[in-house]
C-alpha cells in the first residue's frame, strides 16, 4: 500500500504564510498526479492546486498569484506554499497522489493523506 503524510500546517495571522509538505510511501512505482484539495466546514472539499510528473501546474482561482505548488520526484513529496493568506484559506488541507505500483501495469491507485489543519486568524 501507499501512504501518503502531511505537515506544516497551523495557526497564522492574515498575510502570512505557511509551507505545507506531502510525503509519500511504500509500494510505489511512479507518482503521476499529486494535489492538494482542502475542505472547510460545511463545504464541499475542493482543489486548491495539482502538479503532474512533468511538472505542470493548476491552481484554484481563489488561490492563483498566492499559492505554488512543487515537487520532489526523488523524494516523493509535494509542496505547497500558501502565501498572503486570509481567512477564507481556513480548512483541513488534504494532499492526494495518483499512484502506479507497478511497472508493467499502467492501473492508478488514489489516495489521500489524513489531513491537515490550516487557520488564518483575522
Known amino acids: 500500500q501507499v501512504r501518503l503524510v502531511e505537515s506544516g500546517g497551523g495557526l497564522v495571522q492574515a498575510g502570512g504564510s505557511l509551507r505545507l509538505s506531502c510525503a509519500a510511501s511504500?509500494?510505489?512505482?511512479?507518482?503521476?498526479?499529486m494535489a492538494w484539495y482542502r475542505q472547510a466546514p460545511g463545504k464541499q472539499r475542493e482543489l486548491v492546486a495539482g502538479?503532474?510528473?512533468?511538472?505542470?501546474?493548476n491552481f484554484a482561482d481563489s488561490v492563483k498569484g498566492r499559492f505554488t505548488i512543487s515537487r520532489d520526484n526523488d523524494k516523493n513529496t509535494v509542496y505547497l506554499q500558501m502565501n498572503s493568506l486570509k481567512p477564507e484559506d481556513t480548512a483541513v488541507y488534504y494532499c492526494?497522489?495518483?499512484?502506479?505500483?507497478?511497472?508493467?501495469?499502467?492501473?492508478?491507485?488514489?489516495?489521500w493523506g489524513q489531513g491537515t489543519q490550516v487557520t488564518v486568524s483575522s
Open positions: 492526494n497522489a495518483d499512484v502506479r505500483r507497478d511497472p508493467f501495469s499502467s492501473t492508478q491507485f488514489r489516495y
Open positions: 502538479i503532474n510528473s512533468g511538472g505542470t501546474t
Open positions: 511504500g509500494s510505489i512505482f511512479s507518482i503521476i498526479t
